[in-house]
């Protein structure tokens, strides 16, 4: 049950004072932390209305309280920040020209350069191509289709189609695999050009 008074004693530089009830009864302490959030700073006198509670040595507090007239305001949650976007559309245009540049100055053999410009072209237009039919209620390219061709060499172009279109990026369980296949992808290749298969 809400009670009013008057806030009595108050130490400013402590944060702390009492609230003296208008029914007669006992004084509550009462503490800065207790007003309403964005409430201004007590001073002796101020009309307030209050809850009380006991803490562990039997004193009466003063808690949730309110300058009179003060409407009830919600404390807004605070949003955990964004995390910061991945460029997808700058790691797979920049991993296709390094490809390229490395291949032309004889560090990576041309077949792997060929594959992964053409697996990303394929895998790019899969996924605009997807994305176009979700927007109709089309039919769809299945996500292990398009988990296999990024697997093969195509995820430059699906981090580029992902990022122009809009598309598989907010799904976890989608990036999840995609990420996945990346990893596996890479460290095929590495492993095919190092041992000299390719």
Known sequence: MRQVGRISDWNE?????????HDGGSRAFVHAKAFQFGSRRPVDGDLISYATVKDGRGRTNAVDVRFAGQ??????PSRPPKPLPIPRLAIGLLFLLATVACAFLGLLPIVVMAGYLLMSSVSFLMYTLDK???????????????????????WPGALIAQQL??????????????????????TVVAWLVYSGVV
Do not use: C, M
């Open 13 to 21: 530089d402590k944060g702390y004072g009492f609230v003296v009830p």
């Open 71 to 76: 409407k009830i305001e919600a404390r807004k």
């Open 132 to 154: 176009a039919a979700a927007g109709k209620d089309a039919r769809r390219t299945p996500e292990n289709t398009l988990h296999v061709v990024d697997l093969l060499g195509g």
């Open 165 to 186: 279109s809009r598309h598989k990026t907010i799904k976890a369980s989608f990036q999840f695999a995609f990420w996945i296949t990346v990893f596996a992808n890479l």
